[in-house]
Nanobody, 117 residues
């Protein structure tokens, strides 16, 4: 059974930091590109960061220099370190796994991040 379980969300003040975690099970983690998406109320889901199966990171322009994605294949985990958080970062954050060459993709249930004073 495939599972992606996110954790680490919460309420943080502007300028603060949070670290999101996603633990995967039920598939060969190392063969998947791992991504973080977010969806704010009333907005479409958007890609935040991706770490390819080969270990290359890419970021949305809105988070470059503030967020860092990482993965530990031995633990089937992907992380999103979020620094200098802004109110615009408020959203539900979702972990996504996409196979590097097959049409297979999975989603987690999401974790809520609220940036507010």
């Amino acid at each position: 059974q495939v599972q992606l379980v996110e954790s680490g969300g919460g309420l943080v003040q502007p300028g603060g930091s949070l670290r999101l975690s996603c633990v995967a099970s039920g598939f060969t983690f190392s063969r998947y590109h791992m991504s973080w998406y977010r969806q704010a109320p009333g907005k479409e889901r958007e890609l935040v960061a991706v770490m390819t199966s080969g270990g290359s990171p890419n970021y949305a322009d809105s988070v470059k220099g503030r967020f860092t994605i990482s993965r530990v294949n031995a633990k089937n985990m992907v992380f999103l370190q979020m620094n200098s958080l802004k109110p615009d970062d408020t959203a539900d954050y979702y972990c996504n796994a996409k196979h590097s060459y097959l049409q297979l993709a999975y989603w987690g249930q999401g974790t809520q991040v609220t940036v507010s004073s």
